[in-house]
């Protein structure tokens, strides 16, 4: 008897290849090893993806839209700016994204970013997206611009600092801390 056939999909693959990168980094998005952790021929790869390169685009893609634009949206609905950025506070600390730990599907995509020129540029998009988001809700709670970006971008520094902590110290990477700091910062009446 054959075994059954697998049907996969564009986002299995690419699922399949940011689970590589937040266990091994970008070296190991290798198609001979997603092929074989998905129990598939290489040629299932190839009916989705044109090489190697196609899938890295595509997980760029999906950091960019799913850990990024889709908890923004996940908060829009929230009438009011601080609790809008209270919930995508608490929707960054998830410890799994489509089944991956997020804190080092982050972390590799930044090394990523420190040796390749479109990781870079993507990731330098996103973390201004992110900034920028931050910015405007602390704006619509009545912080000068000046201030709302300077909070922002501490705030921002914190979270990044949250996930390299989880990697090698999980005590020290407490998601209570970071909460605190957010609400010292929601709190706060935006004076220097």
């Known amino acids: 008897m054959t075994a059954p056939q697998i049907s996969l999909t564009r986002t299995d693959w690419t699922l399949a290849g940011l689970g590589a990168l937040a266990e091994g980094g970008v070296d190991a998005v290798k198609i001979d090893r997603l092929a074989k952790s998905l129990q598939v021929s290489r040629g299932s790869f190839y009916w989705h993806f044109k090489d190697r390169h196609d899938l890295l ?5 999906l950091w960019e839209t799913d850990l990024t634009d889709q908890l923004i949206a996940n908060a829009w609905d929230i009438p009011n700016a601080a609790d809008r950025l209270r ?14 730990d997020a804190a080092k599907a982050e972390n590799a995509l930044r090394a ?3 040796v390749d020129d479109s990781a870079r540029v993507t990731m330098r998009r996103v973390d201004a997206s992110r900034i920028a988001y931050i910015a405007a809700e602390l704006e619509r709670l009545g912080r000068p611009a000046d201030v709302a970006d300077v909070a922002a971008r501490g705030l921002y520094m914190t979270l990044l600092g949250l996930f390299v902590a989880r990697t090698y110290n999980p ?22």
């Open 112 to 114: 990523w970013a420190a």
């Open 87 to 100: 919930n995508v506070a608490l929707q960054a600390m998830d410890r799994l994204v489509h089944g991956v």
């Open 171 to 192: 005590e020290l990477a407490d998601d209570r801390a970071w909460m605190a700091i957010v609400n010292v910062v929601l709190d706060s009446d935006g004076a220097e």
């Open 57 to 61: 685009a595509d997980l760029l893609t």
